[in-house]
């Protein structure tokens, strides 16, 4: 089976633009979550969907938004860039219902100059 | 919250000596304790995990322990190898959600 895979791999953006990364979970898994990882905070959760709804959220603004599409695709968008936005962001997708045994797609290292 | 420490932040060893990484947890509720090696570069690969019904899980070279009452869990590596240099993180999660991850180990085998 293909692993999770993420597009676009790298970008670069200028602040208060917006962005959009894609995610596809391996086939079969239904649960998608995202998380931004920065040398300074380590990995942190940023969402979680299943099933096209949102199950659990992080603590982060609500300039941080995502979706699930119904073949369990989903993407995330970053709405007015700030600086500290420059980070990679990891989703990792789960063929078991409750979301363990998580496996990360290759991330999207995002550039805010 | 549920907070994830993790200790140490370096480590390193002679190769086929043995490695061992603790984290501690803070939500008693936490159930599920994921591990996962990143070499650098790569993305983060989960490489085991333990639920909060079992004390101890063996795979190959690799083992976890979990000590629910002290709110700790650990990896252990042994015979370490080259390639087994890499960060390591842990995680704590409940019923699979919300995953809160250790700032990470940077684990360097010495040949």
């Known amino acids: 089976k293909a692993g999770v895979t993420q597009t676009p791999r790298y970008l670069i953006k200028t602040r208060g633009q917006q962005v959009t990364l894609s995610c596809s979970p391996i086939?079969?898994?239904?649960?998608v979550s995202w998380y931004q990882q920065t040398p300074g905070q380590g990995l942190q959760f940023l969402f979680e969907y299943f099933s096209e709804t949102q199950r659990n959220k992080g603590n982060f603004p609500g300039r941080f938004s995502g979706r699930q599409f119904s073949n369990s695709r989903s993407e995330m968008n970053v709405s007015t860039l700030e600086l500290g936005d420059s980070a990679l962001y990891l989703c990792a997708s789960s063929l078991r219902a409750d979301g363990e045994t998580q496996y990360f797609g290759p991330g999207t290292r995002l550039l805010v100059l | 919250g549920e907070n994830v420490e993790q200790h140490p932040s370096t480590l390193s060893v002679q190769e086929g000596d043995s490695a061992v990484i603790k984290c501690t947890y803070s939500?008693?509720?936490?159930?599920?304790f994921p591990w996962y090696k990143q070499e650098l570069g790569k993305r983060p690969q989960l490489i085991i995990d333990?639920?909060?019904?079992?004390g101890e899980k063996k795979d190959q070279r690799i083992a976890v322990t979990l000590n629910k009452t002290a709110k700790h869990f650990s990896l252990h590596i042994t015979e370490t190898q080259p390639e087994d240099s890499a960060v390591y993180f842990c995680a704590a999660s409940r019923d699979g959600q919300n995953f809160v991850f250790g700032p990470g180990t940077r684990l360097s085998v010495l040949p």
């Open positions: 939500d008693s509720a936490s159930n599920y």
């Open positions: 086939s079969g898994h239904r649960s």
């Open positions: 333990i639920r909060s019904n079992v």
